[in-house]
């Protein structure tokens, strides 16, 4: 039985005392010009972006598991990573709708129960490898428990519905599902999960977590568990922005891990740090006062919200019993609560969806304190 005692949340970029940075991070990160393979706006609202420089991201967590990624259950820490190393077959444009990315169309027979991927040409893996239909149809197959050196967890699930994958020739492959499948695009991208890895990472048999191939801005440098992963410039990297400038604009980029979100603020003012992610009441009414006085600079979003809530088990007392679950939402002044813990930064949702998104209701029925 779940709950729901969620709050709005922002999340927020800040970076120290570089302004271009969290610019820097938004044009590596994808999600300009998709269609045209251009991209990047980094730079539209503060002048043009000079290519160079390395950044250190602090993240909320280490991903222990890697990322050999049919395998994968990567929370937002691992999903940074992993987008500044692969690239996904579709991705959202500014608008939320899924475009193509890494593919060049994406594209529905009449029933959506059979789609046409094509590839966008010359384009390489960082290993020199060139991304191919079979490539791409062996990490499909992979990512839905149908090809024989992995074993998908999570996917295996996701992807139930597709029937079957064939390449039609080197740039183009067919995908069958077995219902009509109208948000397949989305799942194609999976909020930044389902990337595309090389071949020989995708047949890895030991080092499939650690050996990283893929077609994205950056290429695995190093990593050091529990302290940092360095990824440096693909120099073939296949996009450019809307000037012609090779991206990435960065140099390198390294990811620390910071569990404790009081630290991981504390090393972004101390410098330790030039960027950050940030979602906490406490930490955003830091890094507002931090802004005010000019040591940070800061960039906040509720355009795209997650949620917390609370599970109950409802399949054993006491909450088996339905009276027990509501005199506990009828118990819990969930005003004072935002106020004592988010300091009233964050805000009470009534149902599972934000304003603004498909769902969403003003008033869901959850029982008033």
């Known amino acids: 039985m779940l709950r729901q005692r969620s709050k709005r949340t922002r999340w927020t970029i ?13 044009a590596c990160g994808g999600g300009g010009d998709s269609s045209s393979g251009g991209g990047g706006n980094g730079g539209d609202a503060a002048g043009t972006p000079t290519p160079g420089g390395e950044l250190v991201y602090g993240l909320e967590a280490e991903n222990s598991g890697g990322w050999c990624l049919p395998e994968g259950q990567l929370a937002i820490s691992g999903i940074q990573v992993a987008r500044s190393v692969y690239d996904t077959l579709t991705a959202p444009n500014a608008d939320g709708d ?9 594209t529905p027979d009449a029933g959506y129960a059979n789609w046409t991927i094509t590839l966008r040409p010359n384009v390489k893996f960082s290993d020199g490898s060139p991304l191919t239909a079979t490539v791409v ?17 999570l996917f295996i699930f996701v992807l139930q519905n597709v029937k079957d994958v ?27 999960r389902l990337g595309i890895m090389g071949q ?19 290429k695995l440098k190093e990593w050091k568990p529990d302290d940092r992963l360095t990824v440096v410039k693909n120099p073939d990297y296949w996009r450019k922005d ?12 390294t990811f620390k891990p910071y569990p404790d979100a009081q630290s991981r603020l504390n090393a972004l003012q101390s410098g330790e740090l030039t960027a950050g992610h940030y979602s906490g009441g ?13 040591s940070l600079q800061e960039l906040e979003s509720q355009k795209y919200t997650e949620l917390s809530y609370g599970l109950l088990n409802a399949s054993k007392p006491p909450f088996s019993n339905k009276n027990a679950r509501l005199a506990l939402a009828y118990g819990l002044n969930r005003k004072t609560f935002n106020k004592a813990i988010n300091l009233d930064v964050l805000t009470n949702a009534s149902g599972p969806f934000a304003p603004g998104e498909t769902g969403y209701l003003e008033d869901a029925g959850f029982p008033e304190y």
């Open 98 to 106: 899924y475009v193509p990315y890494l593919a060049e169309s994406v």
């Open 242 to 253: 809307k000037n012609g400038v090779q991206l990435p604009y960065l140099d390198s980029i």
């Open 200 to 218: 020989a990472q995708l047949d890895d048999p030991t080092t499939c977590d650690r050996n990283l191939i893929g077609t994205g801005p950056f």
């Open 14 to 26: 800040a970076t120290a005392a570089v302004v271009g940075a969290a610019l820097v991070v938004a």
């Open 282 to 294: 406490e930490q955003i009414d830091a890094l507002r006062t931090a802004k005010e006085n000019g």
């Open 166 to 192: 064939t390449v039609v020739d080197d740039l183009t492959l067919n995908v069958s599902t077995n219902t009509p499948w109208p948000s397949f695009p989305a799942f194609l991208h999976s909020s930044g």
């Open 137 to 153: 149809k062996n990490n499909l197959d992979a990512y839905r428990g149908k090809y024989p050196t992995r074993k998908p967890l």
